[in-house]
């Protein structure tokens, strides 16, 4: 009879064992592997996604630029009625696929309860729970892929270039660890501040870009890397994002796999008066999606969450719209051959201070290098020769740090200069169309400028493109 009980005590233990092994291996095990490239061509037909600015940010009126004030009482994050089942149907309304959720923004405050910090959810006044995990959860239930967008700049740790150390590269992997383990499969990490143009951030000489890529494939193989690295770098992305708001555009030539993300109210997180504000329209939303599909490259519209945790009415009823105005394309067999952007495209100037700053960086997609005309210059132009005519209607350019008062575009039609359009104050980001024209050479002309602090103005961007 002992021999029975002990028996029967062993095989308890046994399969309590097992239970406990499968359930801890199973969000490996239910992922098959596929290739890289599969992973890639998967994701871009997708087509279509809502990225959600919610955090912090939303609770700070003083926020810089959408940037929370580091090290604050975590009982400043204070929803009281986050509603993400209300988020993923006006998303399917609208007919997105996949969604990108703000996990941790550059202030370092997790929508999570981390192990390895107190600056988190936990620590809030909110008291309804994880919300990344009723972000995924509401999504899946509406049949949308879950991604996670995560910020390795992180100013309450001090997670910065030349600040980096062992232990910072370790806390930044254990949140990544975290994510991936704790919420099934995601599509996606969305990372920003790392080897960004804008904050304090670590670079790649601070943290190469394997340390964080491998780790994440180390957990889910399928989970695409995607970096807001500002540059058309395949070697520090998996897929390049476009950024939108500051004058980096898909280009008209674009094959790289790539996602671009716009707002549709005016910034990235809310702020009082959204509810009542402008949005963007469903017809710009509907050409800039359909523009961006047919250059290889995702669309992932903002919607931000006010600070009660819903969206506004004016969003969801937009959304709603969108969806019943969009008819995505048809899905991709196969990615495109890679090709650098504005390929045979020619560019010349009235001059250029310096060998870092030629004429050829505005058509570059990389928002580190710039264009920058000398002090005697008095025409101050940058001109694109495309070698042959090319149907245009649209100009987004942007300028680093300002200094371009007044500027206007032009094209060479019948041997004269025909205005386009004018533009003042260029900073971020200008994206304004114009009436459809057939030209080979078109150019910038900065009509107005001013030295800022004791240089020229410099232009990020000259991107034309027909919508």
């Given at each position: ?18 239970s ?11 992922e ?12 871009i037909n ?73 600056y ?71 990372i920003?501040g ?30 695409l ?37 716009p ?18 329209s ?77 004429p ?30 090319k ?25 004269q ?25 078109y150019?910038?002309?900065i ?21």
């Open positions: 009879m002992k021999y029975f009980y002990n028996r029967i005590l062993l095989i308890s233990i046994s399969i309590i064992l097992f406990c092994g499968e359930k801890k291996d199973k969000p490996v095990e239910v098959k592997v596929t290739s890289k490239e599969q992973a890639v061509l998967d994701f997708q087509k279509f996604g809502m990225f959600i600015h919610f955090n912090m940010s939303t609770f700070q009126e003083e926020a810089t630029g959408g940037w929370a004030t580091p090290n604050v009482d975590p009982k400043i994050f204070a929803p009281t009625n986050v509603d993400c089942n209300q988020w993923a149907k006006a998303a399917k309304s609208a007919k997105m696929n996949y969604a990108v959720f703000t996990t941790k923004h550059h202030d370092g405050f997790c929508l999570w309860d981390s192990k390895v910090t107190d988190d959810i936990a620590n809030s006044t909110y008291q309804g729970g994880d919300i990344v995990k009723k972000y995924a959860d509401a999504f899946r239930k509406e049949g949308i892929k879950v991604g996670l967008y995560f910020s390795v700049w992180d100013r309450t740790h001090e997670i910065e270039h030349d600040k980096i150390t062992e232990e910072k590269i370790q806390f930044t992997k254990d949140q990544l660890t975290e994510l991936l383990t704790n919420y099934g499969k995601v599509e996606c990490i969305v920003d790392w080897g960004s143009k804008w904050g304090k951030g670590p670079d790649f000489e601070d943290i190469p870009y394997a340390t964080l890529a491998d780790h994440i494939h180390s957990i889910q193989p399928n989970c890397v995607i970096n807001h690295s500002c540059r058309t770098d395949l070697d520090v992305t998996q897929v390049v994002h476009y950024e939108a708001t500051h004058g980096q555009h898909c280009p008209y030539d674009n094959t790289i796999p790539s996602q671009q993300g707002t549709i109210q005016p910034k990235w997180f809310w702020e009082k008066g959204n509810e009542n504000g402008p949005l963007k469903v017809k710009d939303i509907k050409e800039e999606l359909n523009f961006a599909n047919a250059h290889y490259s995702n669309y992932l519209l903002n919607a931000a969450p006010n600070a009660i945790g819903l969206m506004d009415d004016n969003v969801v009823e937009r959304l709603k719209e969108v969806g019943a105005s969009i008819t995505l394309s048809a899905p991709l067999a196969a990615l495109p051959e890679l090709k650098p952007v504005h390929q045979g495209v020619t560019v010349r100037a009235s001059s250029y201070s310096n060998d870092n700053y030629k050829e960086n505005v058509i570059d997609c990389d928002l580190f290098t710039r264009w920058q005309y000398t002090d005697e210059d008095q025409e101050r132009w940058v001109e694109l020769d495309f070698g042959e005519p149907v245009f209607n649209r100009v987004i350019c942007g300028a680093y740090r300002g200094g371009i008062e007044a500027f206007k575009v032009e094209a060479l039609v019948d041997g200069w025909k205005l386009l359009t004018t533009g003042t104050s260029l900073r971020n980001n200008f994206n304004r169309s114009f009436d459809e024209v057939n030209a080979q050479k150019r910038l002309v009509t107005e400028g001013h030295k800022f602090k004791k240089s020229n103005p410099m232009l990020a961007e000259f991107t034309l493109v027909k919508y």
